[in-house]
């Protein structure tokens, strides 16, 4: 069952998503999603996903690995939102959580009932789109909101002539 979104309900606007995975066609998905939200009065999401590791051998290492990637996660986050602000006068909404990025973008949609659109951005390698477009194109990715996925090419003035 699909959550209902509440965008029209009283106090409640549209958030768009945007996932941070390092790539470097994320700044441009950071950028769409931005100047999409200031151009539709909506709101701004960034996710940074940490995938789970294989460091549970001995706990001191995996507290310490998993400190490390939430301080990255944090650190990577702040550099993400200081460009909304830079390019579209928004300021975004920040989360971190662990576990499987699929899965993870499905809990958050559940959760915040005001996504209403996941935006996300293809690479432009010959291997194809991207980890994360790959994933969410998979069979089993389908999502109960419309995803963008935005050109890595796109220039800072095609984005605005198109948001």
């Given at each position: 069952m699909v959550t209902k979104r509440?965008?029209?309900?009283?106090?409640?606007?549209?958030k768009f998503l945007a996932v941070i995975d390092e790539t470097p066609e994320?700044?441009?998905?950071?950028?769409?999603?931005a100047r999409r939200a200031i151009g539709t009065g909506g709101g701004l999401i960034l996710l940074y996903v940490i995938e789970p590791g294989d460091f549970q051998h001995w706990l001191g290492v995996e507290q310490v690995m998993r400190a490390e990637s939430i301080e990255n996660a944090e650190a990577s986050l702040s550099k993400y939102a200081a460009l909304a602000r830079d390019k579209a006068g928004m300021e975004a909404e920040t989360v971190v959580r662990e576990g499987v990025a699929v899965e993870q973008i499905h809990a958050l949609i559940e959760e915040d009932q005001d996504i209403a659109i996941l935006v996300l951005a293809s690479g432009a390698a010959k291997e194809g789109p991207g980890p994360l477009v790959s994933s969410v194109a998979g069979r089993n990715a389908a999502f109960p909101i419309p995803v963008t996925v935005v050109p890595?090419?796109?220039?800072?003035?095609?984005i605005e002539s198109l948001s």
């Open positions: 509440l965008i029209k309900e009283a106090g409640h606007r549209r994320c700044e441009r998905a950071v950028v769409y999603a890595y090419n796109l220039s800072d003035e095609d």
